[in-house]
Antibody, heavy 121, light 106 residues
Framework: EVQLVQSGPEVKKPGESLKISCQVS????????IGWVRQMPGKGLEWMGI????????RYHPSFQGQVTISADKSISTAYLQWSSLKASDTAMYYC??????????????WGHGTLVTVSS | SYELTQPPSVSVSPGQTVSIACSGD??????TSWYQQRPGQSPVLVIY???ERPSGIPERFSGSNSGHTAALTISGTQAMDEADYFC?????????FGGGTKLTVL
């Protein structure tokens, strides 16, 4: 059974750093793209970026390039999303999701339960 | 950047058929996927590659894509189908989501 287990909720102050995680099981971590999706309170889904753990190839949506860092640790089948300096506008639910890539397209077939990040002074 | 547009809300009576549209420039040249998100839950993939249903998704969910518009159709809508629905396409090197449609089953 494919499972994506995300780290717990976080409450941080503006300017602080943060790294959240997504540990997978039930499939070969290095053979699928895995990425992150933001959902701000009461809003829609925003695709942030993906990483291919097999070779660490990473791609970001232009809106998130330079704002976050996506990484992965193959030894523990875990993907990460990190910020070096949080802003109040980073308050959101963050989902990790496995991506299926074929025929020049991708879709997200398995999702984590989400990590709620709250940034407030 | 590429954009996908969905109606904010759609309503349907139980047992009826409803379609949710997703429009984008030459969207028919791309593959579209659809996700269902019930309140307080993670999104769930219901359609991929325009028309394919993942294992476990009821047959009442179907998809189409042509020209500038993709559509998710739910036949014999049930109360449990009340949720937000998001379309998604792949543009060059990034995924793009539509703004989402809230489906109300009256």
């Amino acid at each position: 059974e494919v499972q994506l287990v995300q780290s717990g909720p976080e409450v941080k102050k503006p300017g602080e750093s943060l790294k959240i995680s997504c540990q997978v099981s039930g499939y070969s971590f290095t053979k699928y793209w895995i990425g992150w999706v933001r959902q701000m309170p009461g809003k829609g889904l925003e695709w942030m970026g993906i990483i291919y753990p097999g070779d660490s190839d990473t791609r970001y949506h232009p809106s998130f390039q330079g704002q976050v860092t996506i990484s992965a640790d193959k030894s523990i089948s875990t993907a990460y999303l990190q910020w070096s300096s949080l802003k109040a506008s980073d308050t959101a639910m963050y989902y990790c999701a496995r991506h299926i890539s074929t025929l020049g397209t991708m879709w997200l077939d398995y999702w984590g339960h989400g990590t709620l990040v709250t940034v407030s002074s | 950047s590429y954009e996908l547009t969905q109606p904010p809300s759609v309503s349907v009576s139980p047992g009826q058929t409803v379609s949710i549209a997703c429009s984008g420039d030459n969207l028919g040249d791309k593959y579209t996927s659809w996700y269902q998100q019930r309140p307080g839950q993670s999104p769930v993939l219901v359609i991929y590659q325009n028309t394919e249903r993942p294992s476990g998704i009821p047959e009442r969910f179907s998809g189409s894509n042509s020209g500038h518009t993709a559509a998710l159709t739910i036949s014999g809508t049930q109360a449990m189908d009340e949720a937000d629905y998001f379309c998604q396409a792949w543009d060059s090197t990034t995924a793009v989501f539509g703004g989402g449609t809230k489906l109300t089953v009256l």
